[in-house]
């Protein structure tokens, strides 16, 4: 039996600079359905630890008043021209560090390859999302299709 066919609701996450984007999706008997939230994006605003505790523990706290426990987060290149910085790899493992909360990465070949087999019938407007959130929308749709 599939992990999917009861409801997974999920936290999808795309870094970029000093924010990390989100959009929380679910997926129940194959019907995926986006969830308002009161963020969208939470922002580092530094590289001292109280501010990544800071970060952590905001991120924390929306993931347990929307009752998610899976975040997927778009793997960003270490090297080469679209390479992550530092505070991106920061605001991950802030994220990854969090008790309680499944963690994984997808990249974007992953991505890339899944949306080819199950393509996107609506864009990230049409879901009730911002343009912003669109890779996020498009990297929790592609994992909630990967066959588990």
Known sequence: M?????TTK????????????FCILSMDQGLMSTHD??????????SETEKVRHFQN???KLMEDYKVNTVVIRERPKKGKF????????IETA???????RVEL???????EQLKYTPLLVDARDAGLKKFQETAFQTGFAWL????
């Not at 390479?83 to 920061?90: E, I, S």
């Not at 299709?145 to 588990?148: F, Q």
């Open 58 to 60: 905001t991120f924390k």
């Open 95 to 101: 994220i990854q560090l969090i008790d309680g909360l």
């Open 145 to 148: 299709n990967i066959p588990r």
């Open 10 to 21: 999920i936290c999808s996450i795309d870094i970029q600079s000093n924010e990390a984007l």
């Open 83 to 90: 390479a992550g910085g530092a505070d991106g790899f920061k």
């Open 37 to 46: 939230c009161r963020a969208t994006r939470i922002s580092l605003l530094g």
């Open 106 to 112: 997808v990249s974007s070949q992953a991505i890339k």
């Open 2 to 6: 599939s992990e999917h066919s009861t």
